[in-house]
């Protein structure tokens, strides 16, 4: 096979939630035990460090992991779903997964993961797991793909986990309320190994506080313990203040990177504590110092692939995308949208199905114009759908079939001092970078 027909048979013979929504979804840890036990637990060979939430954890893996490149380890990354290609799931030292490993991988290997009938987030797991143990890494920093407890990644022994906030995601799997997510999320948790909790609310407070004390975990809560003193937007992304760190400048732009910021340097503080951000090269004694911290902020997306972060495509008109897709993640976007300084705003809007769309619709601007459009997915909502929910809101538009046309559309009405947004949905955002960049 070639290497698309390879990401193809992955896609399409392997139950995938992210194309199919529910019938997609394998809960449970079974054949992620039979594929760890297959592959002789590769996992055991380095160290790894957990994240979950449900947002902001692609952008604290990320950063995680450019800051340990930037101290001198071979770092995995694995995280999900990818945006224009899907080596970008499974990355070393920040270049993606080379396409003959994984044509070899796939060839060699579904003798015995066909029978088991996995889903395709339990082979992809199971390939990452592999392909860090064949290339010897130090540490990898995994993200778990959905809810923490039964979720195929939750096979680790991490040094250190992270969960970073709880919304409401995927309620049909985790729970009809933050309770019963952060009790989802928490299932990460892992006896004696420190645990970092982003935001917490009242209701998960107090799972997180029950959990750890459980499995004798060690609870590091970052609202208690501020990092960041202070945020400021400028034309290059956020400049942070921080408390130990001085002043970091943030390649990642968007209002809801500074929760994760606190987060991550929390983090940062805690590898310190434990070694684990020693420069690889140096002398044991010498600490991590601010130099690797602020290089990795500022080149975190040069150094690991990073996409869709309030990302910039251009300048004139103003064009940027951003894959929040949840309505904890709009709160901060429409926020951020109301700050825009522009003559005329343009949004190319989508989502998937499984989504509060209503929720998020009721956040967004009303002096704009929309671009109603689908994503190349079978779980999107339908253009017109949006367009009739939108009118009901007082919100002005037109309904497009594709990102593509969406997008074009928007070009061509969009002056120099306009402003367009593209996003809604993750895959909204990687049918644009595919097809329109």
Excluded at 59 to 80: D, E, F, W
């Amino acid at each position: 096979m070639t290497y698309q027909e390879t990401c193809e048979y992955l896609y399409n013979q392997m139950p995938m939630f992210e194309r199919q929504g529910a019938s997609g979804y394998k809960e449970g840890l079974d054949n992620s035990l039979k594929l760890d036990e297959h592959f002789k637990h590769p996992h055991h060979k380095y160290r790894t460090i957990h994240v979950a939430g449900t947002n902001g954890k692609g952008s604290c893996a990320h950063t995680l992991s450019a800051i340990l490149q930037s101290c001198g380890y071979k770092v995995g990354l694995y995280t999900s779903p990818h945006l224009v290609d899907f080596s970008e799931r499974i990355r070393y030292n920040g270049a993606p997964i080379p396409e003959e490993y994984v044509i070899d991988f796939v060839e060699k290997e579904k003798v015995f993961f066909e029978p088991l009938q996995p889903s395709f987030f339990e082979v992809v797991t199971a390939m990452a797991f592999k392909y860090f143990a064949d290339m010897e890494v130090d540490i990898a920093v995994i993200e778990v793909g959905m809810g923490g407890r039964l979720d195929c990644t939750n096979i680790i022994s991490p040094i250190l986990s992270i969960i970073t906030n709880i919304g409401f995601d995927h309620t049909q799997f985790l729970g009809n309320s933050l309770e019963q997510i952060a009790m989802e999320k928490a299932g990460i948790m892992k006896k004696g190994v420190p645990v970092i909790i982003g935001e917490t609310t009242p209701e998960t407070r107090m799972v997180f506080e029950a959990v750890a004390a459980e499995v004798k975990a060690p609870l590091i809560l970052a609202e208690e313990q501020p990092e960041v003193k202070s945020c400021v937007q400028t034309d290059k992304g956020l400049t942070y203040q921080t408390e130990n760190y001085g002043i970091l400048e943030g390649e990642l732009s968007g209002n809801y990177q500074e929760k994760n910021t606190n987060t991550i340097l929390c983090a940062v503080k805690e590898l310190e504590k434990m070694g684990y951000l020693y420069p690889v090269s140096s002398r044991p004694d010498y600490i991590c110092q601010n130099k690797e911290v602020r290089e990795s902020f500022k080149r975190v997306c040069e150094l690991t692939g990073l996409q869709g972060r309030w990302q910039t495509i251009k300048e004139s008109p103003l064009t940027i995308c951003d894959t929040g897709h949840n309505l904890d993640g709009w709160k901060y976007l429409s926020e951020q949208l109301k700050t825009v300084s522009c003559q005329h705003m343009h949004i190319v809007f989508g989502m998937v199905d499984d989504k509060d769309f209503e929720g998020v619709m009721a956040l967004l601007p009303k002096t704009a114009t929309y671009y109603f459009t689908k994503a190349s997915n079978k779980r999107a909502v339908s253009e017109n759908v949006l367009k009739i929910y939108a009118q009901g809101l007082g919100l002005q538009g037109e309904s497009y079939p594709d990102v593509v046309s969406a997008y074009q559309a928007a070009q061509d009405a969009a002056d120099e001092k306009d402003f367009v947004f593209i996003g809604g949905s993750s895959y909204v955002v990687a049918d644009f970078l595919k097809n329109c960049i």
